[in-house]
């Protein structure tokens, strides 16, 4: 069974800081690894979807790494602004349509 | 273009009360899911439904059904509801391709508690 976690649970930083997020899984044969962002009392945002072929994928301020060998991924959020206060969930496909989910990581940025 | 919708947003029920989750999508996409969600343990797949006519259960399918009404269309049944059954419920949805390349798009979510 597919393991999936992410550490720290929580994080808070000064603006402008860059993030770090990291999420570890179980096992490597894994389809695709999803970042999602959710904010307090509403649903989940797809921020990237990285396939086991990529190595990492971009969108403006964001990047996402995957090291499918290892069981790591990490996600880097550039010049963190308050915006960015939310909870990230990493999501690990590993069986066709099954997701298997992270806790999150709850991250507070001070301005 | 709504996306995924969920209704109700807010339940409260009583032990051994059944109720009707509903999940509707308007993005055309064949595969639909049902997850809860409980604090410090992520997301949990219930069922999912990977095309029209067919359902599947996930990791923790007991004391729930499903009915995929058609493409749009995908509700979650609590028969007879326990305290252990209190969480939030998401519906999600994924296409065009049905394969690993698609993303799961989430609908808003439904609180529920069971007293």
């Known amino acids: 069974k597919q393991e999936v976690t992410q550490i720290p649970a929580a994080l808070s930083v000064p603006e402008g800081e860059n993030l770090v997020l990291n999420c570890s899984f179980t096992?490597?044969?894994?389809?695709?690894l999803q970042w999602f962002r959710q904010d307090p009392g509403k649903g989940l945002t797809s921020l990237l979807l990285?396939?086991?072929?990529?190595r990492e994928q971009t969108s403006g301020r964001l990047n996402a790494s995957l090291d499918k060998s290892s069981g790591r991924s990490t996600l880097y959020i550039a010049a963190s602004q308050p915006g960015d206060s939310a909870t990230y969930l990493c999501?690990?496909?590993?069986?066709?349509?099954?997701?298997?989910f992270g806790a999150g990581t709850t991250v507070t940025v001070r301005a | 273009n709504a996306g995924v919708t969920q209704t109700p947003k807010f339940q409260v029920l009583k032990t051994g009360q059944s109720m009707t989750l509903q999940c509707a999508q308007d993005?055309?996409?064949?595969?639909m899911y049902w997850y809860r969600q409980d604090p410090g343990m992520g997301l949990r797949l219930i069922y999912y439904?990977?095309?029209?006519?067919?359902?599947d259960k996930g990791e923790v399918p007991n004391g729930y059904n499903v009915s995929r009404l058609n493409k749009r269309e995908f509700s979650l049944r609590l028969e007879s509801a326990a305290p252990s059954q209190t969480s939030v419920y998401f519906c999600?949805?994924?296409?065009?391709?049905?394969?690993?390349?698609?993303?799961?798009?989430f609908g808003p979510g439904t609180r529920l508690t069971v007293l």
């Open positions: 999600a949805s994924s296409g065009p391709s049905g394969t690993s390349t698609d993303t799961q798009y």
């Open positions: 096992d490597s044969a894994i389809y695709n």
């Open positions: 990285i396939q086991s072929s990529q």
């Open positions: 999501a690990v496909n590993s069986n066709d349509y099954k997701l298997s």
């Open positions: 993005m055309n996409h064949n595969s």
């Open positions: 439904s990977a095309s029209e006519g067919t359902t």
